[in-house]
């Protein structure tokens, strides 16, 4: 089932891509695998996925122990919150979901210094809503120089989640992070990631210029719980 899922979700990102003239090789599937287990994890990898994101500290700390499959880089995605910092510069090859200059500064300090830079995209609040965290438009380009001097770490991009469901509000949500990244792209050259579109909405998000999507349940299938709030990542 896994398997056929991804099968739907490269056709969504083909088409999708072929829509926007766009080449659907250069956009990266990123599979949110949070509150799925490891085994979850092999099928999607026996199906050619290597990028997997997870939310929930914990819980990635033992999949990523118990996945062992090649070649996998593991995308941190959920709020990071500053006692979580080292485990996840330790464990994880990216993370999304930067927006504070202490957090930058904590997982440079943390990131081991035989490992590779850890690849950072910075999260944008959209749409004015402040639930799902993000640095606020005006706030951004600040926390991009913050990040300049942090040798450990490697600004990738930007990230966000459109504040919908109204697919009007999905396109300008969108088209607001695209217009963030092409004006910070100015002075940060280097940038190469628009992190954007989930399962509901990827093809917006490609439409608006996604150069990687996020999607969980369009390939894993319902979440049927949310971790406890336990001090794991949310
Ligand atoms: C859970 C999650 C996703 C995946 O969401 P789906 O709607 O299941 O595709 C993507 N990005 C973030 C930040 C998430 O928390």
Not at 74 to 84: D, L, P
Not at 144 to 161: I, K, Q, S
């Amino acid at each position: 089932m896994i398997a056929n899922n991804i099968v739907t979700v490269r056709d969504r990102i083909r088409r999708a891509a072929a829509a926007a003239g766009t080449d659907a090789d250069a956009i990266t599937l990123v599979a949110v695998s949070k509150t799925f287990p490891a085994e979850a994890v092999r099928e999607a990898h026996a199906a050619g996925i290597r990028d997997f994101g997870e939310n929930y500290l914990q819980e990635a700390l033992e999949k990523i122990a118990g996945v062992r499959a090649e070649g996998i880089q593991w995308h941190f995605v959920g709020q990071v919150q500053s006692n979580k910092t080292a485990r996840i510069a330790r464990h994880f090859d990216w993370v999304h979901s930067v927006d504070r200059t202490r957090t930058a500064r904590r997982l440079s300090e943390q990131r081991p210094g035989h490992m590779p830079p850890l690849n950072v995209c910075l999260q944008v609040r959209l749409g004015g809503g402040a639930e799902r965290g993000g640095v606020a438009p005006r706030g951004l380009q600040q926390l991009a120089e913050d990040c300049r001097p942090l040798r450990n770490l490697r600004l990738r991009g930007l990230m966000g989640v459109a504040t919908g469901p109204d697919p009007d509000i999905t396109r300008r949500d969108f088209q607001h992070l695209r217009k963030l990244y092409d004006d910070l792209r100015v002075r940060f050259p280097d940038m190469d990631t628009l992190s954007m579109g989930m399962s509901g909405d990827l093809e917006a998000a490609i439409a608006c210029g996604a150069n990687l999507v996020r999607v969980g349940s369009a390939i894993f299938g319902e979440r049927h719980y949310s971790p406890p709030p336990d001090g794991s990542g949310t």
